[in-house]
Each structure stands twice: as C-alpha cells, then as structure tokens.
C-alpha cells in the first residue's frame, strides 16, 4: 500500500477523515473544524490537502489547529497532486513519519511573501513611525518563516538552515520521490506505489 523508509509510519487509510481543496483562507480553516468535528473518536485520523497556496496566517491558523488535535490523536498528512506554498506549512503540522504523498505529487516550497505597497506623506516623524511598522512586521515574518522551515525540516535529512538556503536560491519545487529520498516525508502512495 505504501513505499516507506526503514522504521516509518504506515499511512492507516486512502480514505482520508477530512478532504481539503482550494486556496488555504479562513473558510478553509472552518472546513476543517467542521470535518474533524465530525470524525470523532481515537482513531487516526487522516487529512487530504491540495492547494496552490494562500493567505500565510490562514495556513498558520489551519497548522496550529492539527497540532492542537495531535495531542488527542495520531494525524496523518495525505497530499496529493499538488502541496504549493502556504500548504507546506500545514503539512509541517504533522511529523515527517506521518506525512504520505500521492506519486504525483508537487511540493513548493518557498520563502514567506508580503505584497505591500507602502505610501508616506506629511510629517517626516510620521513616516518613520510607517517605516517601523513595516520593518517590525518583515522581522516577525522571517521568526515565523524560520519557525515554519524547522517543523518542516524535523526527522528529515535536510536542517533547517539547508533548507532555508535551497530556498534562498530560487523557488524549490520537488517531487514525490525527492520528498521521500530527503525523508521530508514517510511514503509515497496510491497509484503505482509499492
């Protein structure tokens, strides 16, 4: 049913308690309360996502969530076909043992983004303040980035800092196969998988 490492988790179901589809946004984050509400029990529970990306705090919010809900059960992470930006921060929620991708799967992995487009005008003290504001926001963004790559990073092969350098260098986007030959995930499966 599923390619694995030496010592991994088996994935416990292709039929995942909760289906995630879309953009990660805040009706996003309700879906999953609403259908891990609904899978109630001790069971592991098994969690589906395919996204292209989308809103960094709606993510966060959506990760913090599946780690609140480890401490009640065992939570599998299954992407299939495609696991782009913010959906790697969720799928960091869950222990590279524990995380399974389908043989098409896409990974992107990037750094944290801000489109922001910045006006100043009137008193020099006012724009400083503006500047400030701005400045302090970027920090916090490159604590959470940081934060995100090591829950990534942790039981692979990869450190964070190699992680954050292949980053720095371009866009990485990998492959089912690449993901599990880092250890970033504990198998591959679905169609073709052994």
């Known amino acids: 049913m ?11 179901s292709l039929h995942p308690d909760v289906r995630l589809l879309g953009s990660i946004d805040e009706a996003m984050v309700q879906r999953f309360l609403d259908q891990s ?3 109630q029990g001790d069971k592991p529970l098994v969690l589906e996502l395919s996204t292209m990306g989308g809103d960094a705090e709606s993510a966060r919010r959506l990760a913090e969530e599946i780690v609140l809900l480890r401490q009640a059960r065992e939570v599998f992470f299954l992407g ?14 869950v222990p590279s043992t524990h995380r399974f991708l389908t043989p098409d799967t896409i990974l ?11 006006q100043m ?25 940081r934060r995100g790559f090591e829950q990534l990073a942790a039981g692979s092969k990869l450190s964070a800092d190699e992680l954050l350098q292949r980053v720095l ?3 990485w986007y990998l492959t089912a196969e690449e993901a599990l030959e880092l250890e970033l995930i504990g198998g591959i499966v679905g169609n073709g998988a052994v």
Do not use: F
């Open 121 to 145: 005008t009137g008193a020099l003290r006012s724009a400083i303040a503006v500047a400030r504001d701005l400045l302090a926001e970027l920090e916090i963004g490159q604590v959470l980035e």
């Open 80 to 93: 299939k076909t495609y696991v782009y930006s913010a959906g790697i921060t969720v799928m960091g929620a």
């Open 108 to 118: 992107l992995v990037h750094e944290r983004r801000m489109e922001r487009t910045v």
């Open 169 to 171: 260098d371009k866009d």
């Open 37 to 39: 509400g609904a899978a």
């Open 2 to 12: 599923a390619q694995q490492n030496q010592g991994k988790r088996k994935l416990p």
